[in-house]
């Protein structure tokens, strides 16, 4: 089936004119709007120009053109603008929006020929750990369609696993491209800070926010990063260091686990964490001891105070950059007996219950009598918690942690409890205060069949290494 391959195996066969891209999206599409109605992965399907787009890109295939990704079919998290393409961010409030650009990210991959399938579900401004958030309804996990596909890229990782596109774009603030990866068996990759650019992305919490990638594999994730990675002028935050060949770091990635030194943090080893998950995670661990790896046990002591932190900087960054749907600039609006009304009422009916719940938190957090206490203490212990982080990379080349205290949890299960909700990124947000990059990597499934997530952590930039470490034991662990 030409719908189940790897972007290096899409590539090979259109290369050597197995198939056109032209047939492969209309495999992917018919095989969308047959699954999609249940599974609920996109927001939006973008049936007519990916079919152009398609045969743009095997016009250039029979020119000899390469490029990673040309012709092969994507999906995107409905947060990234697309030019033409209804962008909606999971809101209410965007639901008739159509960007005028593409982000960046985009704009890469459309430059390099991938296909775009569609837009896939996300909560809604990316907040949420479940994609319960969405004003368009939930999206189902392929593995348990009674489960949550985790969040907010679930619809990337859920379309991934399902088969619904070749790979996907997530964006990860929080922990949102790894924690739907390990939920839904997908390989998802969180870049360092600003290694992607964020132009073009619906802002969320700007100095938390990244581009990333899900595949079904390692070898995919670094095939896709290769082409959106890079500095941009655009994005004043955006690293202007050359990106590495991804792909080409993946050779003899087996070998150099023998010099590596992993560090498996105890505060991660926690009550809460499902017994299956902790286990799975060891025994993950043991694979790389077996291949000549080291480990030991290291501390990153703030680890606790990552959520509320998190929980301060993201509700106050996105009180801040949520600002702007005001009825004015972009999308819903709903007329008011004068301005101050139409804001109101808006805003009243165009974002739902979390989005208004964060505006309010961040709200409280950066007003008067309540800043030095709460947001400025945040960022300090922010300080604290990056530090432990080069303190640990000084002694480890990679941190090894389980992604999420569990696998994925059913519909429904957490949505009225959002203290239960923030609860499942215990693992994640740290990293994104810290502003280093991660990768979830599927490493077995519990008892009901759900899969488990290992985490692995690198230093700022260390994306090269995480992917070959990944590559390894997916080499590995399938002989
Ligand atoms: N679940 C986290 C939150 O709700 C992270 C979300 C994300 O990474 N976008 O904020």
């Not at 990704?69 to 995107?76: C, D, E, K, M, T």
């Not at 603008?81 to 008739?96: D, H, M």
């Not at 150099?256 to 926690?270: A, C």
């Not at 215990?426 to 008892?447: E, H, K, M, Y």
Request: proline share 4%.
């Amino acid at each position: 089936m030409i719908e189940h391959l790897t972007i290096k195996e899409a590539r090979a066969g259109l290369r050597q004119k197995r198939f056109s891209s032209l047939e492969l999206t209309q495999a992917y599409l018919k095989r969308i709007h047959e699954h999609n109605p249940r599974l609920n992965a996109y927001i939006s399907i973008n049936d007519e120009e990916a079919l152009t787009q398609a045969a743009a890109a095997d016009a250039r295939i029979a020119n000899g053109e390469e490029t990673p990704v040309l012709g092969v079919p994507i999906a995107i998290k409905d947060v990234l603008s697309t030019k033409g393409l209804r962008t909606t961010a999971g809101s209410r409030i965007l639901e008739n929006y159509v960007p005028t650009w593409d982000a960046t990210s985009v704009a890469n991959l459309r430059a390099a020929g991938a296909v775009f399938l569609g837009k896939t579900n996300t909560d809604e401004f990316a907040m949420g750990s479940s994609t319960e958030n969405s004003a368009y309804g939930v999206t189902r996990n392929p593995h348990n369609e009674a489960c949550v596909p985790g969040g907010s890229s679930g619809g990337s990782a859920a379309a991934v696993a399902a088969n619904l596109c070749v790979a996907a774009l997530g964006t990860d603030t929080g922990g949102s491209v790894r924690q739907p990866a390990s939920y839904c068996g997908v390989t998802g990759l969180k870049n360092t800070y600003g290694r992607v650019s964020r132009y073009g992305l619906i802002a969320y919490g700007s100095s938390l926010d990244s581009v990333g990638v899900l595949a079904k594999n390692a070898e995919d994730v670094a095939l896709l990063n290769s082409v959106i990675a890079g500095h941009d002028a655009k994005d004043s935050t955006s690293i202007d260091s050359p990106v590495p060949d991804y792909a080409a770091a993946l050779q003899g990635s087996v070998d150099s686990v023998r010099q590596l030194r992993i560090g498996v943090p105890k505060e991660y080893f926690i009550g809460g964490l499902q017994p299956e998950v902790e286990a799975a995670v060891r025994v993950g661990i043991g694979v790389y001891e077996q291949m000549g790896a080291s480990v030991k046990e290291i501390s990153l002591p703030n680890t606790q105070l990552g959520l509320p932190v998190y929980y301060l900087i993201a509700t106050a960054e996105a009180s801040s950059n949520l600002a702007r749907f005001d009825g004015v600039k972009y999308g819903l609006r709903v007329n008011g007996d004068d301005l101050i009304d139409m804001y109101g009422k808006t805003r009243q009916a165009g974002f739902g219950a979390e989005v208004k719940r964060r505006i309010m938190l961040g709200t409280y957090a950066l007003s008067a009598g309540y800043y030095d206490a709460y947001y400025i203490r945040a960022q300090k212990v922010r300080t604290l918690i990056k530090q432990d982080f080069e303190r640990a990379f000084a002694e480890v080349d990679v941190i090894i942690t389980p992604v999420a205290p569990t696998t994925a949890f059913k519909i429904g299960e957490k949505a009225e409890d959002p203290m239960q909700m923030y609860l499942s990124d215990v693992f994640s947000v740290t990293l994104n205060l810290a502003g280093n990059c991660g990768i979830s990597v599927p490493c077995g499934f519990d008892q009901n069949q759900l899969p488990i997530g290992m985490q692995l952590l690198g230093p700022a930039l260390g994306e090269a290494q995480l992917l070959a470490l990944a590559h390894a034991y997916q080499v590995v662990s399938s002989q």
